[in-house]
């Protein structure tokens, strides 16, 4: 996704509104854009279970907090999709 980004911005210089608009909006960016979206919500929700797992050794206030932690994630995770499928 990364590279993606440099290579469009290193290929045109002064880059005008337009050809970023319809850079971001086209298709495969989009896609490419959920599965960055994805991968980096799956990422934190590992590391923060990971983390909560390890220092909260009460399941009965563990086991809340993930759900909280997951249910935010998931909810943040979808907004973004929807950012970017709406534009």
Request: charge should be positive; proline fraction near 2%; hydrophobic fraction near 55%.
């Amino acid at each position: 996704y990364l590279l993606t980004l440099l290579t469009f911005f290193l290929k045109r210089e002064p880059v005008s509104y337009m050809e970023w608009h319809s850079f971001i909006t086209s298709f495969w960016m989009r896609l490419f854009t959920t599965i960055m979206f994805v991968n980096v919500f799956t990422h934190s929700w590992l590391g923060l279970w990971r983390v909560s797992s390890d220092y909260i050794r009460k399941v009965s206030i563990r086991l809340p907090l993930q759900a909280l932690l997951r249910l935010g994630l998931f909810a943040l995770m979808i907004w973004g999709i929807a950012v970017v499928w709406s534009i």
